[in-house]
T-cell receptor, first 115, second 111 residues
Framework: DTGVSQNPRHKITKRGQNVTFRCDPISEHNRLYWYRQTLGQGPEFLTYFQNEAQLEKSRLLSDRFSAERPKGSFSTLEIQRTEQGDSAMYLC?????????????FGPGTRLTVL | QKEVEQDPGPLSVPEGAIVSLNCTYSNSAFQYFMWYRQYSRKGPELLMYTYSSGNKEDGRFTAQVDKSSKYISLFIRDSQPSDSATYLCAMSFQGAQKLVFGQGTRLTINP
């Protein structure tokens, strides 16, 4: 399978715990994006990387959230001191770089439930 | 007010019907307009994209963009039960990377 993969697919945690999600983009894609989707809503942009550089962060990405993309390959999204409001689907996408439109290909998401 | 507004539905139509899905937006700087389909517990997959105004057709799907009205549409002809999903409109600015999504419309095609 050469699509975007995310692990784990599901995560249940207790409030206050830290969680980390992983995203493996399509191998030749140098852009990687994180979005959050709550029930009944469309995805909301969190942050994106070009290679290993984090180039944009949404105000939704509070201090408890940190994302990394070491070596410009896979990326991790960590949430510290989770809150019930963090319960959502966390989607990763990747794309090529070029002029004009570059399609973002989405992974299956990691569903987080904070108890 | 959200930047992109989309009626969440749900929308239920019989098989074979023509389906019309719509979004409105407030920021005239949007240049790229996309429609994604999302099945339950899956990530969104791109159906069509359009740059600026105009129509684009792909098989049973037609996307229209009217920038003067800040209104975009997706038409599905000869709808099939397999078209049952949530349809998300999305937009981006020229040179920007993030997508701004609508809320999504949940569509059911009844056999």
């Amino acid at each position: 399978d050469t699509g975007v993969s995310q692990n784990p697919r599901h995560k249940i945690t207790k409030r206050g715990q830290n969680v980390t999600f992983r995203c493996d983009p399509i191998s030749e894609h140098n852009r990687l994006y994180w979005y959050r989707q709550t029930l009944g809503q469309g995805p909301e942009f969190l942050t994106y990387f070009q290679n290993e550089a984090q180039l944009e962060k949404s105000r939704l990405l509070s201090d408890r959230f940190s994302a990394e993309r070491p070596k410009g390959s896979f990326s991790t999204l960590e949430i510290q001191r989770t809150e019930q409001g963090d319960s959502a689907m966390y989607l990763c996408a990747s794309s090529l770089t070029g002029p004009g439109y570059n399609e973002q290909f989405f992974g299956p998401g990691t569903r987080l439930t904070v108890l | 007010q959200k930047e992109v507004e989309q009626d969440p539905g749900p929308l239920s139509v019989p098989e074979g019907a023509i389906v019309s899905l719509n979004c409105t937006y407030s920021n005239s700087a949007f240049q790229y307009f996309m429609w994604y389909r999302q099945y339950s517990r899956k990530g969104p997959e791109l159906l069509m994209y359009t740059y600026s105004s105009g129509n684009k057709e792909d098989g049973r799907f037609t996307a229209q963009v009217d920038k003067s009205s800040k209104y975009i549409s997706l038409f599905i002809r000869d709808s099939q039960p397999s078209d049952s999903a949530t349809y998300l409109c999305a937009m981006s600015f020229q040179g920007a990377q993030k997508l701004v999504f609508g809320q999504g419309t949940r569509l059911t095609i009844n056999p």
